[in-house]
C-alpha cells in the first residue's frame, strides 16, 4: 500500500517567503510526526498529532512555525518569513498507535527539501 | 531527558567483512532503542528495535544488535558487508513507558555514514 507522502519534494524560498509543506500520512494511522533533519545531523522532533489534536509542540523552533492536522489526516507545516536557518529537510512520519502506545513503528516520508536563499 | 551518540561520523569497509556501528546511549527512563537506515533521497526505514524484551535483537537485511545496560550501549553489527548496506544509519532513543511501550518522540544521534568498497 502507499506510504507516507510529502510534497513538494523540493522546495527553495527566497528569505522572507512563507512556505507551506504537506504531509499525507498512511490511512488511518492516528499519530503524526513533523521532524527538522538540517544538512549532516540527525532528524530533531518539530512537533506531534494525535488525530487532528497537536498534543506537543515543543519541537517548533519559533512561533515562524505552525503545524495544523484540521481533519485528522492531511499534516501541513508553514513556515512564516523564512530565514536560511530554516534551511534542513523536513520529514513527516505517521504510526497506528496512540502517544504512549506506539509498539508500531514510525513509518516516514521522504522529506522535503527546503532551501532558503 | 535522553540522548544517543554515535561514536563514528563514518565508517568504511570492504564488502564481505563485518560492519559495526557504535552508539551509546544516556536516558533516565528505561529506554526503547532503534536503528534507522536512510538511503540516499529516501525515507527512513526501521532496521531492528529493542523494548526491554531480549537483549540480542535481530533486524532486517542480517543485522543486529545488542543493549547492554552496564556499558550504555547499542552497537549494530552485521557479520558481512554487502554493496547495498551503504546509506546513513541512526542509532535512536524513545522514552519507554512501564506498559512495555513506546512513548514515540523519538531523539536521533549524529548519523554514521557507512560506505562499502569493493
Known amino acids: 500500500g502507499a506510504g507516507v507522502s510529502q510534497s513538494p519534494r523540493y522546495k527553495v524560498a527566497k528569505r522572507g517567503q512563507d512556505v507551506a509543506l504537506r504531509c499525507d500520512p498512511i490511512s488511518g494511522h492516528v499519530s503524526l510526526f513533523w521532524y527538522q533533519q538540517a544538512l549532516g545531523q540527525g532528524p530533531e522532533f518539530l512537533t506531534y498529532?494525535?488525530?487532528?489534536?497537536?498534543?506537543?509542540k515543543s519541537g517548533l523552533p519559533s512561533d515562524r512555525f505552525f503545524a495544523e492536522r484540521p481533519e485528522g489526516s492531511v499534516s501541513t507545516l508553514k513556515i512564516q518569513r523564512t530565514q536560511q536557518e530554516d534551511s534542513a529537510v523536513y520529514l513527516c512520519?505517521?504510526?497506528?498507535?496512540?502517544?504512549?502506545?506506539?509498539?508500531?513503528?514510525?513509518?516516514f516520508g521522504n522529506g522535503t527539501r527546503l532551501t532558503v536563499t | 531527558a535522553q540522548s544517543v551518540t554515535q561514536l563514528d561520523s563514518h565508517v568504511s569497509v570492504s564488502e564481505g567483512t563485518p560492519v559495526l556501528l557504535r552508539c551509546n546511549y544516556s536516558s533516565s527512563y528505561s529506554p526503547s532503542l532503534f536503528w534507522y537506515v536512510q538511503h540516499p533521497n529516501k525515507g527512513l526505514q526501521l532496521l531492528l528495535k529493542y523494548t526491554s524484551a531480549a537483549t540480542l535483537v535481530k533486524g532486517i537485511n542480517g543485522f543486529e544488535a545488542e543493549f547492554k545496560k552496564s556499558e550504555t550501549s547499542f552497537h549494530l553489527t552485521k557479520p558481512s558487508a554487502h554493496m547495498s548496506d551503504a546509506a546513513e544509519y541512526f542509532c535512536?532513543?524513545?522514552?519507554?513507558?512501564?506498559?512495555?511501550?513506546?512513548?514515540?518522540?523519538?531523539?536521533f544521534g549524529q548519523g554514521t555514514i557507512l560506505t562499502v568498497h569493493p
Open positions: 535512536v532513543v524513545s522514552k519507554h513507558n512501564a506498559g512495555g511501550t513506546s512513548y514515540g518522540k523519538l531523539t
Open positions: 498529532f494525535q488525530n487532528e489534536a497537536q498534543l506537543d
Open positions: 512520519a505517521s504510526s497506528p498507535g496512540r502517544l504512549g502506545q506506539l509498539n508500531s513503528p514510525l513509518h
